[in-house]
């Protein structure tokens, strides 16, 4: 049974979408099912979109034009005869509801949460179920929220993310950066790596950093990420005397060779749902230093393979790092056993079986269409 499905994504951070939807697409063509992304005309998912050789539908025009747009989006549906509409984050909820009204309801809506935001809590038209089939969680943690706020547990099916286990791996060749800046064969590579530098996640990890710089020299934080929060943190880091201590670069296209360059990771954020980077992460071997946010004790099994830490907690952050420094074999292995636990949990293989399973469930429960 072969299975039309549109997925959407109408948000300003393209990341999530490259780093999990893009994979999950890939996959599903894979096995036989036909798969459009639906995306802003200009935006990196819609142009790695077309990389990956996955059928695109353009979204244009500002919300004042939406619902035109959302007419043409729902002739395209018919026309190709979609069943399956899959919305990413509450950005895209009101333009998918608009498409399947525009339908006649001839399509089945499926949502993807993975945090809950203030927002999603003042609302009602999640807890009345009006038009989502069915909301998809990556956690346990957001699956509870959700059901705090009152949505029926039948509504709810926790999949969790993939990674794409042959492109993040421990046999990726890693980005040369000794010959690229020129360090020491013996110095120290931690890597901080965020869609946005916007977030207080860097300025944590800089105040740690100063600790552990005055009593280890030969070693270097790599931040990269994008946002107009670069300057401030330049700024930051040159007040302290760090400035051979840190480079800086963008979100890297190359992101498995990126990682799997670094002697550690660290994600200091303080909010946000950092669930997909710390996979990617672990699925390259190595290992991982994070806050306890959303779902990552459902990752993360502290000093089995990786540590967590509180969020906003630079001194302890570095300590941690210390400790690293002072026992890499045991760190090691830790970054092993993160690649396991990849391999046997968020295979992106198991992720779209079990995307495969619900949507035919729903076409059999709803008898849509949306099958060749």
């Not at 007419?71 to 509409?85: P, Q, S």
């Not at 996640?201 to 105040?207: D, K, P």
């Not at 672990?282 to 779902?295: F, R």
């Amino acid at each position: 049974m072969s299975i039309n499905i549109l997925h959407i994504d109408i948000g300003k951070s393209w990341r999530e979408s490259e780093l999990q939807l893009l994979p999950l697409g890939r996959t599903l063509q894979k096995r036989g099912h036909s798969l459009w992304i639906g995306a802003p005309p200009k935006s990196r998912l819609l142009q790695k979109s077309a990389e990956f050789r996955l059928r695109t539908i353009p979204i244009r025009g500002r919300r004042l034009f939406q619902p035109l747009e959302a007419e043409r989006i729902a002739n395209a549906v018919k026309r190709e005869g979609i069943g399956i509409l899959h919305l990413h984050g509450l950005h895209s909820l009101r333009f998918g509801l608009w498409i399947k009204r525009m339908t006649r309801n001839e399509v089945i809506v499926v949502l993807s949460l993975h945090k809950v935001s203030p927002s999603l809590r003042k609302g009602s038209r999640l807890r009345e179920g009006k038009g989502v089939e069915q909301i998809v969680v990556s956690s346990k943690l957001v699956q509870k929220r959700l059901e705090s706020i009152g949505i029926a547990p039948e509504r709810l099916c926790l999949i969790r993310n993939g990674i794409d286990l042959i492109r993040f791996s421990p046999s990726v060749k890693p980005y040369d950066l000794f010959q690229e800046y020129s360090f020491p064969p013996e110095t120290t590579i931690i890597g901080y790596v965020a869609p946005s530098l916007c977030d207080k996640g860097a300025r944590i990890l800089i105040e740690a950093a100063r600790e552990v710089a005055s009593n280890c020299s030969e070693i270097i934080f790599l931040i990269a990420g994008e946002g107009r929060g670069r300057k401030g943190l330049e700024a930051l880091i040159e007040s302290y005397g760090l400035s051979k201590n840190f480079i800086f670069s963008g979100f890297p296209e190359k992101l498995p060779a990126t990682l799997a360059a670094l002697d550690l990771f660290i994600l200091p954020a303080v909010e946000g749902n950092p669930g997909l980077t710390i996979l990617n992460t672990m699925a390259t071997g190595v290992p991982v230093i994070a806050t306890d946010l959303s779902g990552v004790k459902e990752i993360i099994k502290n000093g089995v393979n990786g540590v967590v830490m509180p969020p906003g907690n630079p001194h302890a952050l570095a300590r941690t790092i210390t400790v690293f420094l002072e026992d890499r074999q045991r760190w090691k292995i830790m970054g092993q056993e993160g690649r396991r636990v990849v391999e046997a949990k968020f295979d992106i293989d198991k992720t779209a079986s079990k995307m495969e399973k619900l949507y035919k469930q729903l076409l059999k429960k709803g008898s849509h269409r949306g099958n060749a």
